[in-house]
């Protein structure tokens, strides 16, 4: 079930922390390797003994030990790992994880790796109900931290409700999932387009447009999860590069055009950027000046990336993909812009000034493909990337033969 799979295990403060011994067994059992980072509050509970005794190998408990970083450094630890499994995770290392804070050797490994990471969360009800814990996670999550639990039940505090850590077979399971999905588009090359694009007045001004770019990155993201190898062509954003993802930063919807071009062939394509629909042609090499009087802006149309690409002849993606950002009959829209576009699914959102989709974390999905219209529940906006990238799997998977068939309705309304 793991064979060759390398895993990092974390064990963090709390009376769970002997139930990592059972979840070491499992894995080994599977074929993974297990290596293990013992936090101090995690030693007050498990002993390093019985840790490595399970794992077959030392384990690594001190950031500044001196024979630690010399054999085995807190970069390597993690480099060296397919995944860090950070069970149980205390309220303390969550936060410590949300925040960036690198003040041990869990902590350091935590936030020097682009690996995936997987938590299993264990504490108190109310610590883990608690708006801090709850912002603490969701933040992870957009990050695409994976986890696990906690479920319900009594507490050794005396206490019923959830904070239990998951049990043993769930957190083993849920690693299997990852490396199954995480393999799925191994060998397929996937473009994203992100963001807004900025289209110079003059060397200071630009027209622009309220795209935070979150969901094409957070797609990005998710297809390399499964294995794409994912070239992201993004206009100018506030946000971090997705880990392991190549990304080309351009500014003007020409410039994306060209890297788009550059990026071909691939086998998925999806245009999640607000592409500016103007360029101005009479951009002013110098800083126009307000004494000069009113501006006089001409306007052009800008290439569609979108469409370019979906016409793109023998270079054309098996998979073309668009998003349709309306603010009033998004359906109806959205098919005509499938259409006119000629992609082969559309995403269609609603980004009414009520609905916070800009900026915001969450988006609500119509996709339109040659069966109809589906609707997706309201979901955060990485949460529509890993069922985006779920569904190109299926769907490429099913065109080559290789299987399952498309899963849909899976999340239909
Ligand atoms: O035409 P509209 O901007 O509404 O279409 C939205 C879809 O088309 C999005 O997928 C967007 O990324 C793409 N698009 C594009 N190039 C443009 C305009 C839009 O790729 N110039």
Redesign the pocket.
């Known amino acids: 079930m793991f064979s060759g799979q390398r895993i990092l295990l974390i064990v963090s403060g709390g009376i769970a922390a002997y139930k990592s011994l059972e979840l070491i067994r499992r894995l080994r059992e599977g074929g993974a390797t297990v290596r293990c980072i013992l936090t101090r509050a995690g030693a007050e509970f498990v002993t390093p003994l019985s840790l490595a005794a399970l794992s077959g190998d030392k384990v690594y408990d001190d950031l500044f030990s001196l024979t630690d970083e010399a054999e085995m450094g807190h970069i390597e630890l993690s480099r060296d790992a397919d995944l860090l499994v950070v069970a149980p995770a205390s309220a303390d290392l969550l936060a410590k994880m949300a925040t960036g804070q690198a003040d041990d050797l869990a902590t350091t490994a935590l936030l020097a790796t682009d690996k995936p990471i997987l938590v299993a969360p264990a504490m108190n009800v109310r610590m883990w109900e608690h708006a801090a814990t709850q912002a603490n996670m969701a933040l992870l999550d957009e990050r695409g931290v994976l986890s696990v639990g906690p479920s319900e039940g009594e507490m050794a505090c005396g206490e019923f409700g959830f904070g239990r850590l998951a049990e043993p077979e769930e957190i083993a399971a849920a690693i299997a999932d990852f490396f199954r999905s995480n393999n799925r588009l191994r060998g397929t090359r996937a473009l994203v387009?992100s963001g807004p694009t900025y289209e110079a007045i003059d060397p200071v001004r630009y027209i622009a447009n309220r795209s935070s770019g979150r969901q094409g990155h957070a797609i990005a993201d998710a297809l390399s999860r499964l294995g794409a190898e994912t070239t992201l062509i993004s206009g100018p954003t506030g946000l971090g590069d997705p880990p392991g993802v190549r990304v080309v930063r351009v500014e003007s919807?020409e410039d994306?055009?060209a890297a788009c071009q550059a990026a071909l062939p691939v086998g998925v394509a999806v245009?999640?950027?607000?592409?500016?629909?103007w360029k101005v042609t009479s951009a002013n090499p110098q800083k126009l000046k307000k004494d000069g009087g009113l501006p006089r802006l001409d306007l052009a149309p800008?290439?569609?990336?979108?469409?370019s690409?979906s016409a793109a002849g023998t270079e054309r993606p098996a998979l073309v993909?668009?998003?349709?950002?309306?603010t009033e009959n998004v359906i109806e829209h959205a098919k005509a812009?499938r259409a006119k576009?000629g992609?082969d699914w559309?995403l269609a959102n609603d980004v009414g000034p009520a609905t916070g989709t800009f900026g915001g974390a969450r988006n609500r999905i119509h996709m339109i493909d040659d069966r109809g219209v589906e609707a997706w529940p309201v979901m955060t906006k990485t949460a529509v990337a890993a069922e985006l990238a779920e569904r190109i799997a299926d769907h490429l998977a099913a065109g080559s033969g290789k299987g399952p068939a498309a899963r849909r309705g899976k999340t239909a309304a």
């Not at 800008?302 to 469409?307: F, R, S, T």
């Not at 993909?321 to 309306?326: L, P, S």
Request: proline share 4%; net charge negative; hydrophobic share 60%.
């Open positions: 387009t919807a994306m055009m245009c999640a950027a607000a592409v500016a629909d800008n290439p569609d990336i979108l469409a690409l993909i668009g998003f349709a950002a309306e812009k576009k992609c559309i």
